[in-house]
């Protein structure tokens, strides 16, 4: 079946912009995560959604940076004002339930350049 | 969230066993071992995860030391599409599932 989308795959924007990124988890999956990646950097754990819970937003950098996701489906990920230091691959995760065993599906990321 | 440590880079001959090690030494009773790969410029990618016992899939085989201070994840025959970075992650129980990423290995598979 399709796996977890995420679009666009590039973007460059100027700073001080606001950028929207999207993510389209698989279908089904009630938990859906948000990771950032910097050049040559492990992932770091921005936000994460469960059903119709409260989203876990304690890795979210700056209030700059906020979420959004309706129900069990798509995501946005919106970061205000961007910074050079914003520039980095975003990536989002999901799986089927909220449980420790559950394995994470990713997408392929967002690659995103801050001028 | 226990942390856990890994080589920052190995080689491997194509065709050879790749063998992985990780030290999780403050690993808790309930958290689970994960291995994630990232090949360059995707996701990452799930590949195997254990709790006590030894497990075995059609990608690799997760070895558990008695004690669960380490682990070592293996590629039984490593082809040069399994050149990538592993990343060992210790399961955060407690409040959020999210996966805390350390630096993981890059492995490099030579012809």
Redesign the interface.
Known sequence: GAG?SQSPSNKVTEKGKDVELRCDPISGHT?L?W?RQRLG?????LI?FQGNSAP?K??LPSDRFSAERTGESVSTLTIQRTQQEDSAVY?C?S?PD????????????TRLTVL | DAKTTQPTSMDCAEGRAANLPCNHSTISGNEYVYWYRQIHSQGPQYIIHGLKNNETNEMASLIITEDRKSSTLILPHATLRDTAVYYCIVRDWQGAQKLVFGQGTRLTINP
Do not use: K
């Open positions: 977890v938990a995560y990771y950097q492990g992932l770091e754990f994460y876990d304690s890795g990536l995760a799986s909220f449980v420790s065993t559950d394995t994470q599906y990713f997408g392929p990321g």
